[in-house]
């Protein structure tokens, strides 16, 4: 018994089998007793009352002789029995399906005087004679169906009730099945510090297991790729400021120029790189301060006034105050307007303001190349780029608009993007009144 009880508990295959085995058991026993009720109950013959054997006389007095088929008729619906009446030259019944062949009837006992009781397929039959007369009394099927309806509505209640524990003993089983799908959409999502909890023992308690462990392992990987990515930035730091202390040594010359800028947007990878890990996940860090947010963004877009196709900005009249971190969020202008700059194809930008209960929204629009919709769903991603070629001149790193997502999503906002190839570019970055609290 130890032994089944600890299968039962460790397989779940075996669970599901013997759930279907208990339920076609038991719909083969509903349906029996439910057949067996409908045949008992559908068609009744009652044994032959006493009214009848001791009052058989005047019954058929009340007939007569020669018989008076009508009275016959009446009285066969009054008593709801069957009146057979047969001579050598006539035969009527009361039945006309005459269910029953009185000819072929056996002697069973004694009533009275020319009374006895016959039996035909274990029912029993009264016969009379008077003259040159036999009557034949015996009783009709009696169709009760109520007791059918009865019987069927049990039935259907019996099987609704094992089709109901079925399906929930089964979604029992089941519940782990939800939990892993709720673990791993917020694995997929990036929260790796979620553990799907279960104190299964069968399979889907080791599928639980695997899952969290994989989490375990993907969490250990990636926070051992921060680190890494981290201090090779910071080993960087060091050459990088040699180089730029030589440079500063070279004559002046194109040459000089050209080493200059590469060694610049070495140093603006690394920046962004080590300002990307910071905001990733569980590492972000803001130095908040109160702002007013529209006059606040209004001087980061007035910086580059200078854009040949001009920088429209638009805010509400009433300004409000929010709760920043300022160096980011001018970064995430920046690096917006920079976007739009580069391909906005000396078209107008727009920056405009926009304030909804207890958030503000940022949007910039330009009416430049436009981004294919295939890439819409990864441009924010890290290192990814709609060119393919990857050249310097078409775009940065790859890291821009990742940042701005993780600077939205750092104040507890968002960033969403939207673009058709040859209209432009609609970018929106929702920001609360105030951070979300670590809480």
Same mark, same amino acid.
Request: proline share 4%; charged share 20%.
């Given at each position: 018994m130890t032994t089944l009880v600890q299968q039962v508990r460790k397989s779940l295959f075996f669970r599901l089998s013997l759930i279907f085995g208990i339920t076609v058991v038991l719909f083969f026993i509903i349906i029996s007793i439910s057949l067996r009720a409908l045949n008992l109950s559908s068609d009744t013959i009652e044994a032959i009352p006493d009214f009848f054997t001791r009052n058989v006389e005047s019954i058929i007095a009340d007939i007569g002789t020669p018989p008076n088929l009508a009275n016959a008729m009446r009285l066969a619906d009054e008593l709801e029995w069957s009146i057979n009446i047969r001579n050598p030259i006539m035969r009527w019944s009361s039945d006309p399906d005459n269910r029953l062949d009185v000819d072929s009837s056996v002697y069973a006992r004694a009533l009275a005087t020319n009374a006895e009781v016959r039996t035909i397929n274990s029912e029993d039959i009264i016969r009379v004679r008077r003259g040159d007369y036999d009557f034949f009394l015996y009783q009709r099927?009696?169709?009760?169906?109520?007791?059918?309806?009865?019987?069927?509505?049990?039935?259907?209640?019996?099987?609704?009730?094992?089709?109901?524990?079925?399906?929930?003993?089964?979604?029992?089983?089941?519940?782990?099945?939800?939990?892993l799908r709720k673990g791993a959409e917020r694995i997929r999502k990036g929260d790796l510090s979620y553990r799907v909890k279960s104190n299964r023992q069968d399979e889907l308690g080791e599928l639980t297991e695997s899952i969290n462990h994989m989490a375990d392992s993907l969490q250990s990987m990636l926070e051992?790729?921060?680190?890494?990515?981290?201090?090779?930035?910071?080993?960087?730091?060091?050459?990088?400021?040699?180089?730029?202390?030589r440079l500063e040594f070279m004559p002046e010359s194109e040459e000089r120029e050209h080493l200059r800028e590469d060694i610049d947007e070495i140093d603006?990878?690394?920046?962004?790189?080590?300002?990307?890990?910071?905001?990733?996940?569980?590492?972000?860090?803001?130095?908040?301060?109160?702002?007013?947010?529209?006059?606040?963004?209004?001087s980061v877009a007035h910086q580059f006034d200078n854009y040949a196709g001009g920088i429209e900005f638009v805010s509400p009249d009433q300004d409000r105050e929010f709760l920043i971190d300022k160096l980011r969020i001018r970064l995430l202008i920046t690096n917006l307007l920079n976007n739009s700059i580069r391909h906005g194809e000396n078209n107008p930008i727009l920056v405009k303001i926009d304030y909804f /209960?207890?958030?503000?929204?940022?949007?910039? #629009?330009?009416?430049?190349? =436009?981004?294919?919709?295939?890439?819409?769903? *990864? +441009?924010?991603?890290?290192?990814?780029?709609?060119?393919?070629?990857?050249?310097r001149n078409t775009g940065g790193f790859g890291l821009g608009l990742y940042l701005c997502?993780?600077?939205? /999503?750092?104040?507890?906002?968002?960033?969403? #993007?939207?673009?058709?190839? =040859?209209?432009?570019?609609?970018?929106?970055? *929702? +920001?609360?009144?105030?951070?979300?609290?670590?809480?």
């Open positions: 099927y009696i169709n009760d169906g109520g007791v059918n309806y009865f019987a069927i509505y049990s039935g259907l209640a019996l099987a609704a009730l094992v089709l109901f524990l079925n399906y929930f003993m089964v979604n029992k089983l089941l519940d782990p099945v939800r939990l051992a790729k921060r680190q890494l990515l981290m201090a090779i930035s910071h080993e960087l730091r060091t050459p990088l400021t040699k180089a730029k202390l603006l990878l690394i920046s962004d790189l080590i300002e990307a890990e910071r905001l990733n996940g569980d590492h972000s860090v803001l130095v908040l301060e109160v702002v007013n947010f529209s006059e606040f963004i209004g /209960e207890e958030q503000a929204s940022i949007e910039v #629009i330009d009416q430049g190349e =436009g981004i294919s919709e295939e890439h819409l769903s *990864q +441009i924010s991603e890290p290192f990814y780029r709609a060119d393919s070629s990857r050249q997502r993780l600077i939205a /999503e750092a104040h507890g906002g968002n960033l969403k #993007i939207q673009s058709q190839i =040859g209209k432009g570019t609609h970018i929106t970055v *929702q +920001i609360p009144r105030q951070p979300p609290s670590d809480d």
